[in-house]
T-cell receptor, first 113, second 121 residues
Framework: AQSVAQPEDQVNVAEGNPLTVKCTYS??????LFWYVQYPNRGLQFLLK??????LVKGSYGFEAEFNKSQTSFHLKKPSALVSDSALYFC???????????FGAGTTVTVRA | GAGVSQSPRYKVAKRGQDVALRCDPI?????LFWYQQALGQGPEFLTY????????KSGLPSDRFFAERPEGSVSTLKIQRTQKEDSAVYLC???????????????????FGEGSRLTVL
């Protein structure tokens, strides 16, 4: 079985400060890893994915994530947060021979001006 | 259209009523998923179609839930005799040909619609 843990329900940062949203995963074999963002009353929007290769993945809106196989983590980062980054963030995992994407419970990010 | 379209966006049903939720995926996307998102939770897998074939319905909570995609394009999620615990946002997602060997599509991300929020009174 595959699963995702997002240990923080909420992350609060000041605008301009670095933002980190934590994610650890469990899956059989090598993973495909994804981050999605959800704004109120909207669907999930894709941010970035790790498939293979470089452990540091760059995505939309200045976000990046680092894959760490030994720690089974895929933390989302942004060097300088914006107020408009305030949203709900989901980490997701899929096995390489699977089609089913499993999501974490989500982390609410609040960036204060 | 350019994205995944879902309708209705909001549905209020009385307990015991049947509801039907529609999903129009991105044109050409072979794979289609339904997810259920309860308040404050992450999306939970319900069912998966590849073209018109329903390959996995293991996430459907009960036999009151039924999904179809008869022509391999539009999909409908039907909930019979709705109960209060069915209240949630139902998300549809589509993707290029997941599960097939080779090709860019195998690793592709899911594209989600905006969801149908169901409230059962």
């Amino acid at each position: 079985a595959q699963s995702v843990a997002q240990p923080e329900d909420q992350v609060n940062v000041a605008e301009g400060n670095p933002l980190t949203v934590k994610c650890t995963y469990s899956v059989s074999g090598n993973p495909y890893l994804f981050w999605y963002v959800q704004y109120p009353n909207r669907g999930l929007q894709f941010l970035l994915k790790y498939i293979t290769g470089d452990n540091l993945v760059k995505g939309s809106y200045g976000f990046e994530a680092e894959f760490n196989k030994s720690q089974t983590s895929f933390h989302l980062k942004k060097p300088s947060a914006l107020v408009s980054d305030s949203a709900l963030y989901f980490c997701a995992v899929r096995g390489r021979n699977d089609y089913k994407l499993s999501f974490g419970a989500g982390t609410t990010v609040t960036v204060r001006a | 259209g350019a994205g995944v379209s879902q309708s209705p966006r909001y549905k209020v049903a009385k307990r015991g009523q049947d509801v039907a939720l529609r999903c129009d995926p991105i044109s050409g996307h072979v794979s289609l998923f339904w997810y259920q998102q309860a308040l404050g939770q992450g999306p939970e897998f319900l069912t998966y179609f590849q073209n018109e074939a329903q390959l996995d319905k293991s996430g459907l909570p009960s036999d009151r839930f039924f999904a179809e995609r008869p022509e391999g394009s539009v999909s409908t999620l039907k909930i019979q005799r709705t109960q209060k615990e069915d209240s949630a946002v139902y998300l549809c997602a589509s993707s290029l040909a997941l599960g097939l060997t080779g090709g860019r599509g195998k690793t592709g991300e899911l594209f989600f619609g905006e969801g149908s929020r169901l409230t059962v009174l």
